[in-house]
T-cell receptor, first 120, second 114 residues
Framework: AQTVTQSQPEMSVQEAETVTLSCTYD???????LFWYKQPPSRQMILVIR??????QNATENRFSVNFQKAAKSFSLKISDSQLGDAAMYFC?????????????????FGQGTILTVHP | DAMVIQNPRYQVTQFGKPVTLSCSQT?????MYWYQQKSSQAPKLLFH???????NEADTPDNFQSRRPNTSFCFLDIRSPGLGDTAMYLC?????????????FGSGTRLTVV
């Protein structure tokens, strides 16, 4: 079974600065997706950025970018020019793209989450 | 806008009193998931429907049941809630099991058992 680990329970950053959230995962598969989700307090979980495992190029979405190291099974999220609205819990998630008859096919496996605080 | 809607947003129920949470979607996604998220923890998958096929997770207590009367609606029934069932319950949808779009989540129902 796949596992996702976020080793930073909490992080903080000053407004306009850059912060990096860490995520590692364990899998024996070669075809999968990785996601970062943002969950503001009492609000909906929304997709921030995604990465296909077969793509070497790191995904970028405006101020959000990832550092995807497939061999090291590492998937960190960098937030540039941090804004107060970035304050939230961030979850790293893995989704298999292989139907091998196992029970994990198609399911999102989440890390434990990182609470990001942005200071004005 | 197409979306996933959960009702109610907040629910307080008494210990042992059955409660039903609802989820509806306008995305026409064929897969619907229910997650339980306790305070400051990762969401934990309870079960999901692929079309009409129900798929239970091995460690989901029997106290939790689900119904999906049609594509748009899915319900989570807790037959005899315990204090440990206090949590946020998240509904999510996806189009099939694969694809780059991950899930679309509802806003969640925060359930408190007293």
């Amino acid at each position: 079974a796949q596992t996702v680990t976020q080793s930073q329970p909490e992080m903080s950053v000053q407004e306009a600065e850059t912060v990096t959230l860490s995520c590692t995962y364990d899998t024996s598969e070669s075809d999968y997706y990785l996601f970062w989700y943002k969950q503001p307090p009492s609000r909906q979980m929304i997709l921030v950025i995604r990465q296909e495992a077969y793509k070497q190029q790191n995904a970028t979405e405006n101020r959000f970018s990832v550092n995807f190291q497939k061999a090291a099974k590492s998937f960190s999220l960098k937030i540039s020019d941090s804004q107060l609205g970035d304050a939230a819990m961030y979850f790293c998630a893995y989704r298999s793209n292989i139907n091998a008859g196992g029970t994990s096919y198609g399911k999102l496996t989440f890390g434990q989450g990182t609470i990001l605080t942005v200071h004005p | 806008d197409a979306m996933v809607i959960q009702n109610p947003r907040y629910q307080v129920t008494q210990f042992g009193k059955p409660v039903t949470l609802s989820c509806s979607q306008t995305l026409n996604h064929n897969v619907m998931y229910w997650y339980q998220q306790k305070s400051s923890q990762a969401p934990k998958l309870l079960f999901h429907y692929y079309d009409k096929d129900f798929n239970n997770e091995a460690d989901t207590p029997d106290n939790f049941q689900s119904r999906r009367p049609n594509t748009s609606f899915c319900f989570l029934d807790i037959r005899s809630p315990g204090l440990g069932d206090t949590a946020m319950y998240l509904c999510a949808t996806s189009k099939g099991y694969t694809g780059r779009n991950g899930y679309t989540f509802g806003s969640g129902t925060r359930l408190t058992v007293v």
